[in-house]
């Protein structure tokens, strides 16, 4: 990119609530900064001196990642310098962009028209530092001036609960996490509100159906009448794309970290996943809890930025971080001895019932589930819900197609146990696989049908693929020709299959649904098998197919009889 391409405002994101940059509304930019990569070392610090820049010893080669930082310090300088010209006392953060020509910065906003005003008025600041003679003072008093006659417009829409709020977020777990509370909440007789990716809850009444896990779904959440807690999911794309729907929460959970939508809306890395997931943390009251999975080191590393007080859970009961937890004040919940047990610095170790009596957990097998009850049971006694409404909400929330449709849901068919979940990912496979073995008797074999959208990374998706046949005897491919998002059918399949090819099994065989997939495992199942499907695009449709043939879904008892069986 050459210097005659000039320096653009690529996007201007208007943010309505906390966000990755701030814990209040923000506007971010988006500076096509080309032109300043590819100058000069010397002359690149000549320019900004000349813009106010303290001198550096080096600006970094042209294209360098020290290039890009020195930009981003340019532009958060010009921002500062047109902030103070309009008496403005702004907080500013810049850094490089997720393209290797763009700058982003970001500044809080009070009233909406005139922010946007003030954000576009940077790209032209940053153009006109390029050329030594013009007066960047005199630049940036007209641009003061521009700003100043813009109309102030309307103050951000974000929310000030009066009730309780708990928000839930991470890669997996996040919709049963969210479920699980609001089922504990309702036990303890409190009329709740929550929100996840299959729409807006009052109590047992769907509002709304549709992906709710952002910012409207809080509103919709939260102008429900008579509610006495919110409980709300809140996903990557809402806070990247519009920021978190509340200005608190009064307690936060984060499930983990994996990879998964990778390489959209700029998020690269696990790192940057896990910096975005961390937002909720920095918004939790100072006497609320922020409830983090301590066997995830990124969701771990939370709680030296979190607001609130620290309450780890984790599997392993003797993990140091719950030790050092615990000795600042803070609180964790673990398992001992086969029973789910709450730590804290004045009660070291407090039972409250069995892992064998939570069905969450599918009697015992499934470790993911286990994770989601303990953070569920914590973020609940967090929000003050009386633990023994809490102990007798985690005996009775059951994986069912009516309590968490599409959530590890378990049917009898003609002798074989079908499984069905929401496995999208490579920890959602391992998940899966993990509660299929777990069912499955000496002898009998698992039969495994799993999809993919095309938005994934070619890396996800093989390693989705490698995970499936790791742990299966025989596949299939079911294809979502809805969730494609751009990407060629046949592709997705090739990487599916060079996975499973890695993983050790032959190529699947490959479906256009989902419901022809699993209607060709049933046919060549036997008795005694393990069917597992991921129901990405037709839960429905695969509840009525097998309630057709019969099916009858898995209560806690029939579940507790066959992995007692499968262990026998």
């Known amino acids: 990119m050459g210097e005659a391409d000039g320096v653009r405002l690529r996007e201007l994101r208007v943010l309505d609530g906390p966000n990755l940059y701030f814990t209040r509304p923000a506007i971010k930019l988006t500076l096509d900064v080309g032109p300043w990569l590819v100058l000069t070392d010397e002359r690149a610090r000549r320019l900004s001196r000349r813009a106010g820049i303290p001198s550096a010893a080096t600006a970094g080669a042209p294209g360098s990642d020290q290039r ?57 600041l940053l153009e006109l530092c390029l050329d030594g003679r013009r007066s960047i003072a005199r630049a940036i008093e007209e641009a003061a001036g521009r700003v100043a006659a813009a109309e102030p417009g309307p103050p951000p829409p ?23 509370i609001a089922h504990l909440a309702r036990t303890a007789g409190q009329s709740v509100a929550y929100t996840t990716t299959d729409g807006v809850y009052r109590d047992d009444e769907l509002v709304e159906a549709g992906d709710y896990s952002g910012f409207s779904g809080a509103a919709k959440a939260l102008a429900q009448p008579g509610i006495d807690v919110a409980v709300l999911e809140t996903a990557r794309g809402g806070i990247l794309l519009r920021g978190i729907g509340t200005d608190h929460n009064d307690v936060a959970v984060v499930t983990n970290v994996t990879a998964d939508h990778l390489d959209q809306y700029g998020i690269r890395t696990l790192d940057q996943l896990a910096e975005v997931k961390a937002t909720i943390t920095r918004i939790t009251r100072p006497e609320g809890w922020d409830v983090l ?29 719950i030790r050092a937890t615990l000795a600042e004040g803070g609180r964790a919940i673990s398992v001992l001895d086969g029973a789910v047990v709450v730590m804290s610095p004045r009660r070291p170790v407090h039972r409250l ?42 005996r009775s929330f059951v994986l069912d197609p009516d309590s968490n449709p599409g959530r590890a849901n378990v049917f009898d068919v003609d002798g074989r146990v079908v499984v069905i979940d929401y496995a999208h990912n490579e920890d959602g496979m391992r998940g899966l696989v993990e509660i299929c073995q777990g069912l499955r008797l000496r002898g009998g074999r698992v039969f495994l049908s799993f999809g993919a959208a095309g938005d994934r990374t070619n890396a996800i998706l093989h390693r989705l693929g490698y995970t499936a046949a790791r742990g299966a005897d025989r596949l299939a491919v079911a294809e979502l020709h809805r969730y494609l998002r751009g990407r060629d059918p046949q592709d997705l399949v090739r990487r599916l299959q060079a996975g499973i090819l890695d993983g050790g099994k032959p190529e699947a065989s490959v479906f256009p649904d989902e419901v022809s997939a699993l209607d060709w495992m049933l046919r060549e199942s036997e008795a005694n098998d393990v069917i597992a499907i991921t129901a990405l695009s037709q839960r429905p449709e695969i509840f009525s197919y097998l309630r057709d043939r019969g099916g009858v879904s898995a209560g806690p008892q029939r579940i507790r009889s066959l992995v007692r069986r499968a262990r026998e």
């Open 68 to 124: 890009r930082r020195f930009i981003a310090r340019l532009a958060v300088h010009l921002t500062r310098e047109l902030a103070e010209a309009t008496e403005t006392h702004l907080a500013v953060r810049g850094r490089p962009g997720p393209n290797p020509d763009e700058a982003i910065v970001a500044f809080p906003w009070r009233r909406q028209e005139a922010a946007e005003a003030f954000g576009r008025e940077l790209a032209p």
């Open 158 to 180: 974000g929310l000030r609960p009066a009730i309780p709020v708990i928000a839930v977020t991470g890669t997996n777990g996040k919709t049963t996490t969210v479920r699980l």
């Open 293 to 321: 999975n301590a066997d995830d080191p990124r969701v771990l590393a939370m709680r030296r930025q979190a607001a609130g007080h620290p309450w780890l859970f984790s599997l392993d009961a003797d993990h140091p971080a």
């Open 353 to 394: 019932l069995p892992v064998e009596d939570v069905p969450v957990t599918l009697a015992g097998i499934s470790a993911h589930n286990l994770s989601n009850a303990m953070g569920a049971a914590a973020a609940a006694l967090g929000a003050d819900i009386p633990e023994e409404a809490v102990i007798e909400g985690l």
